[in-house]
């Protein structure tokens, strides 16, 4: 029978409600999966999933270099950069790369062929494997502004492999950067903590998974039996609630040693597989 | 006026829980609230005035006029952010794509393309005995950098002869981060002892010294982990960075915040464990 790979994302609005947790031991639990980190600015998974043959690939945006031979000192490049990315120094322009989107317009504009463009490395992807998980990070360089181009090359890394499942462990917040991961994602897992901060955030991450029109389901991390607060929101709003996830000392703290409960604990290991048994049932529904 | 900022790296390690408890302590008479995409400090920090509303204006979006457009497609070819697809005769722009660049304007050989205004957020502006300067980036939205610089900077303008500004921060150490790093000066990194939070902590504390700033470190529910804790101690000795103390696990925090209070209106180990860091923070401040 032919399997449709799915692409599943993993995020949560709010920080630190466990989307790498979720993440890693869904993949961990599936016969075959690809691990994409695009939390590319603090990824983790990679310290749970312990990755073997792990090689490395630059990543890299491009940055104009201006000929001062060529330049006649237009400014039309300067005038045209809506970034403010360039200023006219000297007898050529200089960009502020901090600032640059490398959208190619100072190069089409330039009325002297004066402008080419050249590589700069931001960061780089780390793949390697665990088991049957293919393992793939995304890290931007310390001091770089826009994580983008580092979560685009991920997710194109990602689809040069066909496995069943693809587990999209994504940035907290609800900016570009979270956009960017699940564009092409078939079904957003929304993890979310049952308090006050937890709730709040959570409606925004729903407000954007509803706004690019994805399916999505709900994973109660953390969950204690007084706070019912979100399992009356999801109830509300006929958000499915895919599994609720107590909250406990013990897992708290093989998460904090970088253990995947799933590999170490029967219970956890049952919790995840059916968590992915559930997801695989909403896609296909 | 000194402002200190509140960052951490990984999410949820506890800034604005720190950022609020601070806030009471110091009778601070500016804050902030710079997590732009998902600010919480309103929630546990109560307001007596409404606030001033203000749009935030991010970067523009190009628009096609259909009517214009022959569906030749040469904006597609040259936009960088794959923002224009052909539908059906005309093309059409996904404004959550664009990124405002304008390269297809200036390609475009039938001026079907122009530029417009977008809303990217709302900025708010509390006035009262003090000043709390907070925002919402809008969905999916880029330019938080710049926002974040706007929520500071309409904090700096409308407070007069504050001692001290708290900016609760975003997690990460993207542009949101770096903006508000710009010109504080000292910034508080509230560290979880976990492997996580470790790895994250260490490349924030890298992003505050690429921009020159001085960091100090605390750890937050430290007895969650105690072997962790002492690993981040540690950690903070090697590299001359202060290491203020340790904040326990306790069940009152969560209580405080989900009944929109301050931990520092709460009597509780937390509260004494947090009060002997700001007073350390006070004092490097020089306040």
Redesign the interface.
């Known amino acids: 029978m032919h399997k449709r790979q799915i692409k599943i994302a993993v995020l949560s ?5 466990g989307k ?1 947790f979720v993440s890693v031991n869904l993949s961990a639990c599936a016969a075959s999966a690809i691990y994409l980190d695009c939390d590319v ?2 990824p ?1 998974g990679h ?1 749970f999933l312990k990755p073997e043959s792990v090689s490395q690939k630059p990543v890299c945006t491009l940055l104009p270099v201006f000929d001062e031979l060529k330049c006649v000192g237009c400014r039309k490049c300067v005038d ?1 950069c ?2 403010n990315a360039l200023a006219f120094i000297g007898k050529a322009p200089q960009v502020f790369s ?1 600032v640059c ?5 100072c190069a ?2 330039c009325p002297c062929g004066a402008v080419t463009e050249k590589p700069r490395e931001i960061g780089h992807l780390e793949c390697g494997s665990h088991k049957n998980v293919s393992v793939i990070t995304g890290l ?1 360089n ?7 181009p580092v979560i685009q090359a991920v997710l194109q890394e990602g689809s040069a492999q066909t496995k069943d499942f693809v587990v999209i462990d994504c ?9 960017e991961s699940i564009e092409h994602a078939d079904y957003c897992v929304l993890v979310a ?1 049952p ?3 937890g709730v ?2 959570f409606e ?1 991450v729903y ?2 998974v509803q ?2 029109k994805k399916p999505c389901g709900v994973v109660i991390n953390k969950a204690s039996a007084e ?1 019912t607060v979100l399992d009356d929101l999801c109830r509300k709003e006929h958000i499915p609630v895919l599994c609720k996830i107590p909250y406990s ?1 013990k897992t ?2 093989a ?4 253990q995947l409960v799933s590999e170490s604990d029967k219970d956890m290991h049952r919790i995840f597989s059916e968590l992915l048994n559930r997801i695989q049932k909403e896609v296909v529904q | 006026m000194k402002q200190l900022l509140i960052l951490s ?5 506890g800034k ?1 829980t720190t950022a609020a408890a601070f806030i009471a302590f110091s009778n601070a008479q500016a804050f902030a609230d710079c997590d732009v ?2 600010p ?1 400090l309103h ?1 546990v920090t109560q307001m007596e005035v409404e606030p001033q509303k203000s749009s935030y204006f991010g ?2 979006k190009a628009s096609i006029d259909a009517k214009k457009c022959v569906g030749c497609e040469i904006c597609v070819t ?1 936009c ?2 794959h923002a224009i697809q052909k539908n059906g005769i005309a093309c059409e722009v996904n404004a ?1 794509s664009c ?5 297809c304007t ?2 475009c050989p039938h001026q079907a393309v122009r530029m417009e205004d977008d809303i990217a957020g709302d900025l708010m502006l509390y006035q009262g005995t003090t000043t709390f300067s907070t925002a919402k ?1 809008k ?4 330019n ?2 710049k926002l974040v610089t706007e929520v500071k900077q309409a904090m700096a303008s409308s407070v007069q002869g504050a001692e001290l500004a708290i900016i609760d921060g ?7 981060v ?1 903006a508000s790093i710009s010109g504080v000066d000292m910034v508080l990194v509230v560290a ?6 470790i ?2 902590m260490k ?2 504390l ?2 505050c010294s ?2 020159a700033t001085k960091a100090v470190v605390c750890v937050n529910k430290y007895d ?2 105690v ?2 804790t002492a690993e981040i101690e540690s950690f903070c000795k090697e590299k001359d960075i202060p290491f203020l103390g340790k904040v326990p696990y306790d069940s009152h925090v ?1 209580k405080a ?2 009944e ?1 209070k301050s931990i520092a209106t709460v009597e509780s180990p937390a509260q004494a464990a947090l009060k002997d860091v700001y007073n350390k923070v006070i004092r490097l401040l020089e306040l």
Not at chain 2, 170 to 176: A, F, L, R
């Open positions: 609005g709010k920080g630190g409600t790498t600015e603090e983790n310290l045209f809506r970034f901090d989107h490398s959208c190619g317009g089409l504009i931007l310390v001091g770089e502004a826009s994580g983008v940035p907290p917040g609800i900016a570009c950067t979270v956009m903590e308090t006050a901060f709040h955030n925004m407000e954007l706004l690019l706070h000392e708290a703290l998460g904090a040693m970088g | 790296g990984k999410g949820g390690t604005t995409d998902a919480n929630l970067s523009q040259h960088r952010f959550l990124e405002g660049c304008g390269v200036a390609v980036l969905m999916g939205r880029g938080s950098g975003s997690p990460g150490i993207g542009c949101p770096i979880e002892p976990s492997l996580s939070g790895s994250d490349r924030i890298k992003t690429i921009f969650t982990c072997e962790n969560s915040i989900n929109g």
